[in-house]
């Protein structure tokens, strides 16, 4: 590990090491010129640094919001370093500790953001390959902003390691951390495809929607580890839970949603849709961005139609019916519920409502 301290190319200054990835550490660090924090990526023992430059020239290409831009490539005292943009937040596995699930307008702002990045880096001719919720950054808190796909910078990495794997005829039974975090979001073709053929952009529109299915459900499209392997090699999915569409509020966004995802896991990658249109489905989505709060439930009225909920900016009032998902909130000290609000007197209107785990 760096010392604390340390000045890397006597540029970049090490503040802080943020953890370890399935092929690099990830340090934060100060850009001493420009005065700038970034991410400072170093591969682990044994990856070779032509592969680790050939991967920072690849996602050096791709220029958008949505996606975490590489700034530099730098050799120092025998090591290797990549600095990346730094996003303060948490990535979505982190997120969905605080939701069961997303509800349809939150998971449709994300498919939308998601969309848009993928777009960016496959008209830059790069293909992600290990797209999964750790690898996507979003603020910290209730709002689910400033999302920012992560580690384009090891797309090239990512391919050899799978390309190796495939040598032993069964890429599911590696005993890589990263190949076992990507098989729950991982395309049947790369799994089980033919030794030595190019990998397609339409594996990257498969893993968003199995990424999708597990923000939007809670659950895993095909499972974990072998057993994502053995169900996608049966077609054995997920049904969509109930509860998306029980509720009238929601039920509309939430069969757009499901619609979109059930393309995008499509077992032919020539029947997928690319992200270009995938941008343009999100296009047409009637979905609500508003700033989210999270408050407390203290009254519930009219024999448990509806309520009052404490939080910033003010009071609100809702009703059950704008609440998502199979619970409902109820007068508890640990019962958070996370909302929007909308004008509305006497008191202002909370919609949608959702459940937030402290």
Known sequence: MIAMGTVIANRYKVLKYIGKGGMQDVYEALDLKLNLHLALKTPLPGLEGKRFLKS????????????????????????????????????????????????????????????KGIMASH??????????????????????????????????LTKDLFDEAAESGDITRSTSGTIKGALPFMSPELMFGEKGKAVESSTDIWSLGAMMFRLLTGKYPFGVYLDAAVNVKTKNREPWPSFMTDNQQYRSLALELQ??????????????????????????????????????VYNIIQNGY?????????????SMDSVYGEKRPNINERSLVCFSTFQGSPRPRAHPVILWND
Do not use: W
């Open 56 to 115: 920072a020239k690849i996602s050096a290409r791709v220029n958008h919001h949505n996606v975490a831009k590489t700034f530099d490539y730098v050799e120092d005292n025998g090591h290797i370093y990549m600095a990346e943009e730094f996003i303060i937040g948490e990535n979505l596995e982190q997120k969905l500790k605080h939701f069961d699930y997303l509800d349809p307008h939150y998971g449709a702002c994300i498919l939308h953001n998601l969309a």
């Open 123 to 156: 008209r830059a001719g790069v293909i992600h390959r290990d797209l999964k919720p750790s690898n996507v950054m979003v603020s910290s808190g209730v709002n689910i902003s400033n999302l920012k796909i992560t580690d384009f910078g090891i797309a090239t």
């Open 259 to 296: 619609s979109i995802v059930d393309l995008c896991l499509d077992y032919n990658p020539e029947e997928r849709p690319t992200a270009e249109e995938l941008v343009k489905k999100c296009e047409n989505l009637c979905y609500l961005s508003e700033e989210r709060f999270i408050g407390r």
């Open 306 to 318: 509806s309520g009052f909920i404490r939080g910033n900016p003010s009071d609100s009032f809702f």
